[in-house]
């Protein structure tokens, strides 16, 4: 018989979970308490936008394996649960916040049928599993839990689900990974490698690569500021160094650093995590990549107060991006509209442009103008800066924009723009981590 899945949670990574899943034939059942959220996703309308996912959750839908509800008695059929929900950083502290997943095993408890293996894919603090795995043995002894650490990237998440670059399961008992391994059998006949580890491993292998990931940016733009105080260009530096095997050119484009929901607070609940294990100085240098970070976003206010003037009240200045990465809508702990406030803050006319995340950014900071066309956006700028790298913004022809703004002066956060291009059009070009 086969496998009916439930998905617990219906936010970016629950929804793309359950379509994804329901798209390799299984019944599929995601449930979540905002009522709203759930008629959305019922009608195959998505809430959030991520590439070739709406397509798919619409097909699903259609075919009348994938439901959504806010009856979590809905659950009750299913053999195997995937924990999909949050797990944002605490309002008084670096750690994270684990209300939500610990709310949702207890609520799916009482549904838990006999043999049911609830499967945890949140990004949690080691030693989250096995305290839901002892907390699960006394509500619902009849079931396992495991952990199967997500990685999807923003834009690729579909992707990223069907075609893993691998797949890590955390469990305990034999059974627990056989029907992981029936779950994902069409991706295991990819020649996805598996890989079994016990729960505190699962857990912390999401959290070390990101960790990994966020000291390779804060690196790169660490150096993009010795660069600059040097008279060096940190694109050939990059490029350089990337050729060697051991560093890889992945992840090495200086800039405005990461931001999103995942990046950041990862790192700073796993520093938290450790402080409470006694292992602190062994995760001492992720303080200094969280400062290198949010440093780089101060660097561009330095070069805006530096190429216009320290008083920033008589300047308009387009920025062109909203979201903290291309392909996504998410404004999450976004460099580029944290860049975009604080020179509102110091009194500059802030315009923002973004292909899909104007009205997610107008919710976050509603006293923000935004600008649904790229080019009413930048008419009459004093500068623009180019802080998210969107396909649209390098397509922008430098002459066309040059007639319609007050001062030719363009600054790249991303490092993404020809630099040649625009000098020749007449524009003043500024890149982070380029001195010429």
Same mark, same amino acid.
């Given at each position: ?105 207890? =609520?799916?408890?009482?549904? $838990? #049928?006999? /043999?049911? +293996? !609830? %499967? @945890?894919?949140? *990004? ?32 690729? =998440?579909?992707?990223?689900? $069907? #075609?893993? /670059?691998? +797949? !890590? %399961? @955390?469990?305990? *008992? ?263």
């Amino acid at each position: 018989m086969a496998l009916k899945l439930s998905v617990v949670g219906t936010g970016y990574l629950g929804a793309t979970h359950a379509a994804c899943m329901s798209s390799l034939g299984f019944t599929v059942v995601g449930v979540d308490t905002d009522a709203q959220k759930v008629a959305q996703l019922s009608k195959g309308e998505l809430p959030f936008y991520e590439p070739g996912l709406d397509t798919l959750l619409l097909q699903e839908i259609e075919s009348g394996r994938l439901t959504f509800t806010t009856d979590f008695s809905a659950v009750a059929d299913a053999d195997v649960h995937f924990i999909c929900v949050g797990t944002p950083q605490s309002k008084d502290g670096l750690a994270a916040d684990l209300t939500y997943v610990k709310a949702s095993v207890a =609520a799916i408890a009482p549904f $838990l #049928k006999d /043999n049911s +293996l !609830v %499967v @945890g894919k949140s *990004t949690v603090p080691v030693g989250t599993a096995q305290m839901l795995r002892e907390q699960l043995s006394k509500s619902a002894p009849h079931a396992d839990l495991a952990w199967n650490p997500e990685f999807l990237r923003e834009g690729f =998440a579909v992707e990223d689900t $069907l #075609k893993p /670059n691998r +797949l !890590v %399961v @955390g469990v305990v *008992t034999d059974r627990a990974e056989q029907i992981l391994k029936e779950v994902y059998a069409s991706i295991i006949a990819l020649d996805t490698p598996w890989i079994r580890a016990d729960l505190p491993t699962a857990e912390l292998v999401k959290v070390a690569a990101n960790s990994f990931l966020a000291t390779k940016i804060s690196f790169i733009n660490a150096m993009a500021e010795v660069c600059e105080a040097a008279g060096g260009d940190v694109t050939v530096l990059a490029k350089a160094i990337g050729y060697d095997p051991r560093i890889g050119h992945r992840f090495l484009q200086a800039g405005i650093g990461f931001g999103g929901g995942c990046l950041p607070k990862d790192i700073r609940a796993f520093m938290a995590r450790a402080e409470e294990l006694g292992a602190k100085q062994a995760l001492d240098f992720l303080r200094e990549i969280d400062e290198i970070n949010l440093r780089a976003r101060q660097r561009v206010i330095d070069v805006v107060r530096s190429d216009l003037s320290e008083d920033l009240t008589k300047y308009k200045i387009a920025v062109l991006g909203a979201t903290f990465k291309p392909d996504s809508d998410d404004v999450r702990d976004s460099p580029a509209l944290d860049i975009a406030a604080q020179l509102h803050a110091a009194g500059a006319k802030v315009v923002v442009h973004d292909p899909k995340g104007i009205e997610p950014a107008r919710k976050r900071f509603p006293t923000l103008t935004f600008e649904e066309n790229v080019e009413n956006a930048v008419v009459d700028a004093d500068a623009i800066l180019h802080l998210t790298e969107w396909k649209e913004y390098r397509a922008l022809d430098p002459q066309r924009i040059g007639s319609i703004v007050k001062s030719k002066l363009i600054i790249d956060g991303r490092n993404m723009l020809d630099r040649d291009l625009w000098r020749a059009a007449g524009w003043r070009f500024h890149a982070l981590g380029r001195t010429d």
